[in-house]
């Protein structure tokens, strides 16, 4: 079975970047993000190694997020006492 490949414009929407971002994306070697694959010089991503990334990435989020969520606070109290 073929997997199911995603053309870079449909990519670059579904992260809502541009087409080049996707580029520089791929230059970012602690990003791994899905190397594209060459068909007649269009480049596609396979849609399951996106989701993959996507899932991954959604975890190191939700790690990050209580110390993010932290910081928001401090901000909100900070921003409360000089406003008062």
Same mark, same amino acid.
């Given at each position: 079975?073929?997997?199911? /490949?995603?053309?870079?414009?449909?990519?670059a929407e579904r992260y809502g @970047?541009?087409?080049?971002?996707? @580029?520089?994306?791929?230059? +970012?070697?602690?990003?791994?993000?899905?190397?594209? @694959?060459? /068909?007649?010089?269009?480049?596609?991503?396979?849609?399951?190694?996106?989701?993959?990334?996507?899932?991954?990435?959604?975890?190191?989020?939700?790690?990050l997020a209580p110390a993010a969520?932290?910081?928001?606070?401090?901000?909100?109290t900070n921003n409360t006492a000089? +406003? +008062?």
């Open positions: 079975m073929q997997p199911t /490949l995603i053309p870079d414009r449909r990519a @970047v541009h087409i080049r971002t996707l @580029v520089r994306w791929d230059q +970012t070697p602690g990003l791994n993000f899905p190397q594209p @694959v060459y /068909l007649r010089g269009r480049r596609y991503r396979e849609a399951a190694a996106l989701e993959q990334w996507d899932l991954e990435n959604s975890r190191k989020a939700a790690a969520r932290k910081d928001r606070q401090r901000e909100t000089d +406003t +008062t």
